[in-house]
């Protein structure tokens, strides 16, 4: 919907929290950090944080929709939630708050992220490169955002989920690895939105095929995340994000 803004996007989710049925209560924890993130990003628009922050809300606004779009697709039971999603949907409610949170944000960054790139950068802007390096600038000052809310949601999920002994023992190197996370999350999300601009140039079919890729990579990403154990430490081995491939 044109002229929709950051203003929208938090009434938007307003709407799923108040229509969130009780047994959602794990899901109930991503949209309520995200919405909380969405603010702190409104913010920093209205902060002039960013070289373009027009184009940043509209990317913003992009980006909350294919997450809004996934969850609505698993509120009304229809089989054609993304990969990612679906497993992150359907973990486990019993996982702490913490994973149910990193589920959200893999999903959403490894699969959702590339593809919102690539709705508000055009093949011609693609093709400027004084543009597409302002472009990610503004995709690396994201990065300043979200890392300044790590403490505070770390609060936020310890009043839903108390750590354990063995938690808060690692919650400073919890909260360093968040951190780098993000970081390197979005270094592999310009790398991934570069092969899939590439195949656009190619072809529907051919964005299609590459975009399939991203899925089944981004999947296997939650997977691991459900796997026992201590996620970060775990992630901190196996590396962050997902990386698609040169093309076949």
């Given at each position: 919907m044109p002229g929709r803004d950051i203003g929208d996007v938090v009434a938007a989710m307003d709407a799923r929290l108040v229509r969130m049925p009780p047994e959602r209560a794990a899901q109930r924890l991503f949209l309520e950090t995200y919405r909380r993130t969405t603010l702190a990003v409104g913010k920093a628009v209205d902060d002039a944080q960013f070289e373009d922050p027009e184009w940043v809300e509209r990317w913003d606004v992009v980006f909350a929709d294919l997450y809004l779009a996934a969850l609505d697709l698993d509120l009304e039971g229809s089989p054609d939630v993304p990969r990612p999603w679906r497993l992150a949907f359907d973990a486990p409610?019993?996982?702490?708050?913490?994973?149910?949170?990193?589920?959200?944000?893999?999903?959403?960054?490894?699969?959702d992220l590339p593809q919102a790139l690539l709705a508000v950068i055009s093949d011609d802007e693609f093709a400027d490169p004084v543009l597409v390096a302002r472009r990610s600038r503004d995709h690396e000052?994201?990065?300043?955002?979200?890392?300044?809310?790590?403490?505070?949601?770390?609060?936020?999920?310890?009043?839903?989920?108390?750590?354990?002994?063995?938690d808060r023992l690692l919650q400073p190197l919890n909260r360093l690895s968040s951190k780098r996370f993000l970081r390197e999350a979005r270094?592999?999300?310009?790398?991934?939105?570069?092969?899939?601009?590439?195949?656009?140039?190619?072809?529907?079919?051919?964005?299609?095929?590459?975009?399939?890729?991203?899925?089944?990579?981004?999947?296997?990403?939650?997977?691991?995340?459900?796997?026992?154990?201590?996620?970060?430490?775990?992630?901190?081995?196996?590396?962050?994000?997902?990386?698609?491939?040169?093309?076949?």
């Open positions: 409610a019993g996982l702490p708050a913490l994973r149910h949170v990193l589920l959200g944000i893999n999903a959403h960054i490894n699969y000052r994201i990065d300043g955002v979200l890392s300044g809310r790590v403490a505070a949601e770390d609060s936020e999920l310890g009043t839903v989920s108390p750590p354990s002994f063995a270094q592999k999300v310009w790398h991934n939105t570069m092969e899939l601009q590439a195949s656009r140039l190619v072809g529907e079919d051919a964005y299609r095929a590459r975009l399939g890729e991203l899925e089944v990579l981004s999947a296997a990403r939650i997977a691991d995340l459900l796997a026992p154990g201590q996620v970060l430490l775990r992630l901190a081995v196996a590396g962050f994000g997902v990386t698609l491939p040169p093309p076949r």
